[in-house]
């Protein structure tokens, strides 16, 4: 499959089956995606594997976050999350908008590479990954934030719906003519 031909293809899976990647077979997929785009090589990105128990604290770090007595089952909607997470380095050619760029690309060639090896990915985001209890509960460090989680698990076997055809020309523009209007 060629990358136009996964990309094509790539869609977000919101409920999977308990199988899972293991580590060794996420380090080869890791290596590869910390191939994208990264101004002045600052691997500005860590990734943080949640299994088994791991899933249950962070729905109780969900609970606390959001003011609930009972812990979010969310994170047991997959066998394996995988934390997303921005380290920011201080860097006087490279923002922080920047750095966040590239762990987002991380996340982005991992979802693609998880979806090529044969496992249902969906990143999940939301309001409470830059919670306190949520930093806290990932160890987190004063320089570092949150973006998501990739949800993995084993593909169902039925399909996980169609995407909306993206209408190329809608989203691409020339550059504005000097003094036109």
Do not use: C, F
């Not at 293991?22 to 080869?28: G, V």
């Not at 990143?123 to 004063?142: I, P």
């Not at 593909?155 to 719906?161: E, F, Q």
């Amino acid at each position: 499959m060629t990358a136009h031909e996964a990309l094509r293809a790539r869609r977000s899976w919101s409920k999977v089956t308990d199988a899972a990647p293991t580590r060794e077979q996420l380090l080869p997929l890791i290596e590869a995606a910390g191939r994208v785009a990264d101004h002045s090589s600052l691997r500005p990105w860590r990734l943080i594997e949640l299994r088994d128990n791991d899933r249950i604290t962070l729905g109780q770090a969900l609970a606390e976050a959001s003011g609930d007595t009972d812990p979010s089952t969310k994170p047991l909607r997959a066998p394996l999350l995988i934390a997303v997470v921005v380290t920011y380095h201080d860097s006087p050619k490279v923002p922080h908008w920047e750095q966040e760029a590239v762990a987002a690309g991380v996340a982005h060639m991992m979802s693609l590479l998880l979806d090529e090896a044969g496992w249902g990915v969906i990143w999940r985001t939301g309001k409470l990954t830059r919670t306190r209890a949520v930093a806290h509960a990932h160890g987190l460090a004063d320089n570092e934030e949150l973006l998501g989680w990739l949800y993995v698990g084993g593909k169902p076997d039925k399909s996980p719906g169609h995407r909306k055809k993206i209408d190329a020309e809608q989203m691409i523009s020339r550059m504005p003519v000097p003094g036109g209007h």
